[in-house]
């Protein structure tokens, strides 16, 4: 930790960018007119322990600097708290900030944060725990359980195309039933996605309308267990058609051949059921002034 009293900053030094932009992070802030503590971290133990302190202290704003999976861990801990999260975007895909408007570029971000507006947008819940962008079975759970971070580090994105082109050939389709307020459906797919974003996989759009701000999740179902369907449906949303099976408050998942891999926001676990929910206007996020969730 840097002795001062400046708002904190926490950055995850183990993301794609996170080492390498530190130091020019607190100086770019500075000059911006935002004085910081940082602290670089290694890992969500010693993120956690930092936000949960400023939490306690009814600090109002947090900047915290790393992947999607950082801000989505940082979230579980802000949510429903009366402090901001500042969004630093310094992983591969980005995913979270793209859906708020924050540039991807560090002079851009930083001006975001330097003029302090503020929005309340929606989180999801998996089982209980917080994400931000989706949560993943199937193919993409499986890509994200194989990626290293040092592939991801230097391949940037085009490391899921690198990896899924190993792991797509010998991929199995899963069993699942999932069911919503109104729907249910009983499927036979490659790939499942719940988004509670616009954006899921960097620059990938969930589905039309999809935004932050619905109060809605986006079931997203990929083909009907062929390959060949798998890539057609993938590839056509890919260009900006439609994957899109419904929309919920709540939904639940369940696998009929057992506990299968899930991926939420990059973290990869087993789970056989899961019950999701969208949680409204539970983050305060620092944004563009003109921030529309809507637009985006």
Same mark, same amino acid.
């Given at each position: 930790m840097t002795? $001062?009293?400046?708002? !904190?900053?926490? &950055?995850?030094?183990? =993301?794609?960018? $996170?080492?390498?932009?530190? !130091?020019?992070?607190?100086?770019?802030?500075?000059? %911006? $007119?935002? %004085?910081?503590?940082?602290?670089? &971290? /290694? @890992?969500? /133990?010693?993120?956690e322990a930092v936000l949960r302190a400023e939490v306690a202290r009814g600090a109002p704003l947090v900047i915290v600097g790393g992947g999607d999976g950082t801000l989505s861990h940082a979230a579980g801990i802000l949510t429903r708290t009366g402090t901001a999260l500042g969004v630093l975007p310094l992983g591969s895909g980005n995913t979270f900030a793209r859906s708020v408007g924050v540039p991807l570029d560090l002079a851009g971000a930083v001006q975001v944060i330097a003029a302090g507006h503020r929005a309340e947008v929606d989180v999801?819940?998996?089982?209980?725990? &917080?994400?931000?962008? =989706? &949560?993943?079975?199937?193919? @993409? %759970?499986?890509?994200?359980? !194989? *990626?290293?971070?040092? *592939?991801?580090?230097?391949?940037g994105l085009l490391a899921w195309p690198v990896v899924g082109a190993k792991v797509l050939w010998r991929h199995r389709p899963l069993l699942l039933d999932v069911t919503g307020e109104t729907e249910h459906l009983r499927l036979r797919t490659h790939q499942l996605l719940v988004a509670n974003g616009r954006y899921v996989a960097g620059p990938l759009r969930a589905a039309p309308g999809a935004s932050v701000a619905d109060r809605r999740l986006d079931v997203l179902a990929f083909g009907d267990g062929r390959l060949v369907s798998l890539l057609r449906v993938g590839l056509g949303w890919a260009a900006g058609g439609r994957a899109q099976q419904f929309t919920a408050r709540q939904v639940t998942v369940r696998s009929r051949g057992g506990p299968t891999w899930v991926s939420v926001d990059g973290e990869v676990r087993r789970a056989g059921k899961l019950t999701l929910a969208v949680r409204p206007r539970a983050l305060t996020v620092l944004v563009p002034g003109d921030f529309d969730a809507r637009r985006v």
């Amino acid at each position: 930790m840097t002795a $001062g009293d400046g708002v !904190t900053l926490i &950055v995850n030094v183990r =993301s794609r960018r $996170g080492r390498e932009a530190f !130091t020019g992070v607190v100086a770019r802030l500075g000059d %911006a $007119g935002v %004085a910081v503590t940082p602290w670089a &971290v /290694e @890992s969500p /133990e010693e993120a956690e322990a930092v936000l949960r302190a400023e939490v306690a202290r009814g600090a109002p704003l947090v900047i915290v600097g790393g992947g999607d999976g950082t801000l989505s861990h940082a979230a579980g801990i802000l949510t429903r708290t009366g402090t901001a999260l500042g969004v630093l975007p310094l992983g591969s895909g980005n995913t979270f900030a793209r859906s708020v408007g924050v540039p991807l570029d560090l002079a851009g971000a930083v001006q975001v944060i330097a003029a302090g507006h503020r929005a309340e947008v929606d989180v999801g819940l998996v089982n209980g725990r &917080v994400f931000l962008n =989706s &949560v993943a079975l199937g193919l @993409s %759970a499986g890509i994200a359980r !194989t *990626l290293t971070p040092d *592939l991801k580090r230097r391949l940037g994105l085009l490391a899921w195309p690198v990896v899924g082109a190993k792991v797509l050939w010998r991929h199995r389709p899963l069993l699942l039933d999932v069911t919503g307020e109104t729907e249910h459906l009983r499927l036979r797919t490659h790939q499942l996605l719940v988004a509670n974003g616009r954006y899921v996989a960097g620059p990938l759009r969930a589905a039309p309308g999809a935004s932050v701000a619905d109060r809605r999740l986006d079931v997203l179902a990929f083909g009907d267990g062929r390959l060949v369907s798998l890539l057609r449906v993938g590839l056509g949303w890919a260009a900006g058609g439609r994957a899109q099976q419904f929309t919920a408050r709540q939904v639940t998942v369940r696998s009929r051949g057992g506990p299968t891999w899930v991926s939420v926001d990059g973290e990869v676990r087993r789970a056989g059921k899961l019950t999701l929910a969208v949680r409204p206007r539970a983050l305060t996020v620092l944004v563009p002034g003109d921030f529309d969730a809507r637009r985006v």
